[in-house]
């Protein structure tokens, strides 16, 4: 009895496991820009050789409601093998599928939608009655239902799933024809792979911002330089050794011109030491300031001469007369 329920767990624990199916580590599709009905090449590769593949393709379109109803019909090439077919409506209440014509999906009727929306899904080949079915080629296929209340349109998806092999390399290859297949986006996909096949249309290229350079501290690249404003100079105002002129120190706000002193001179005999005249009296901004010079009055040589030769012949004269 314990062996029987240890056997029983076991199975349930390997039964709870889920498979581990191969991943489509490539997918490519050739054309990727076509006319309705040109024919597309997808090939691929998986991680495993010789690994089961399921192929998808889908597109959606928008249907017109007329009295309250919506119907699209298909010329849909599906190939040959082992194949799901899915019909997903939204803003409906119901939806029917109608293959080559004659058989009717549900068989019971149509299929009411649960919030507005109905998916139809049928594998093939299909078993009914003891009679195999399979659909491959070209097939008519008819969507049709009832709208909702309040629709004015009813969005339709219609996806088709291939199955392939992939050969001994992992490699796996499938041409589709798109006759049938309304103009607009038709999307391939395998794994968690995918591509998109722009039938009778161009495809509007995405548009690329140019990357916008953000000034931060440290880049000062783009900065607009900042204007620094310098005072005019001045020389200064403290009169430097007379011996070593220097240059202009450097700039400051120039004071207040004050009036320059009237320096008045006068003459006498007595040989008096005159007032000395420096840089810090002279006023303009190009003077560069020299040594202190004495100055003499014209003709003061001449008239101390003068006096000195008046004064000996009166000191001749008078001792002339004491003799």
């Known amino acids: 009895m314990r062996r029987a329920i240890l056997i029983i767990l076991a199975i349930l624990i390997l039964a709870s496991i889920p498979a581990i199916n191969a991943a489509v580590t490539e997918l490519n599709v050739n054309p990727e820009v076509i006319n309705p009905g040109d ?79 109905a998916t139809i899904s049928v594998s093939f080949p299909i078993t009914w009655h003891g009679i195999t079915i399979d659909i491959s080629g070209k097939n008519n296929v008819k969507v049709y239902g009832a709208a909702a209340e309040d629709a004015t349109a009813v969005t339709l998806k ?78 200064s105002q403290t009169p430097t050794s007379p011996s070593t002129p220097t240059s202009t120190p450097i700039v400051t706000l120039p004071p ?15 040989p008096t030491t005159l007032p000395v005249v420096t840089s810090s009296s002279l006023p303009g901004p190009s003077h560069t300031p020299k040594p202190s010079k004495r100055w003499i009055i014209p003709g003061f040589e001449a008239v ?13 004269l008078r001792r002339r007369r004491n003799d």
């Not at 090449?41 to 089961?52: A, I």
């Not at 077919?85 to 293959?99: D, G, M, P, W, Y």
């Open 256 to 270: 207040p011109l004050t009036p320059t002193p009237t320096i008045t001179l006068s003459q006498t005999p007595s």
């Open 39 to 117: 024919v597309i090449t997808v090939s691929g590769r998986t991680s495993t050789p010789n690994e089961e593949v399921w192929l998808s393709s889908s597109f959606e379109l928008s249907l017109p409601v007329s009295d309250g109803k919506y119907s699209r019909e298909f010329l849909i090439h599906i190939p040959a093998g082992e194949k799901k077919f899915s019909v997903t409506a939204e803003r409906i209440k119901n939806i029917r599928v109608s293959l080559w014509g004659t058989i009717e999906y549900p068989l019971d009727g149509p299929l009411n939608a649960t919030n507005g929306t």
């Open 304 to 316: 101390f001469v003068i006096a000195c030769l008046l004064a000996f012949a009166y000191l001749m």
């Open 158 to 235: 219609v996806s088709t799933s291939i199955k392939v092999i992939a050969d001994s390399n992992g490699n796996f290859s499938l041409d589709i024809n798109t006759e049938g297949v309304p103009e607009g986006e038709f999307v391939i996909s395998a794994g968690e792979k995918e591509k998109t096949v722009h039938i009778g249309v161009t495809p509007t290229p995405t548009p690329t911002l140019s990357p916008t350079l953000t000034p931060t501290s440290t880049d000062t690249s783009t900065l607009a330089p900042t204007p620094t404003f310098t005072p005019s100079p001045s020389p």
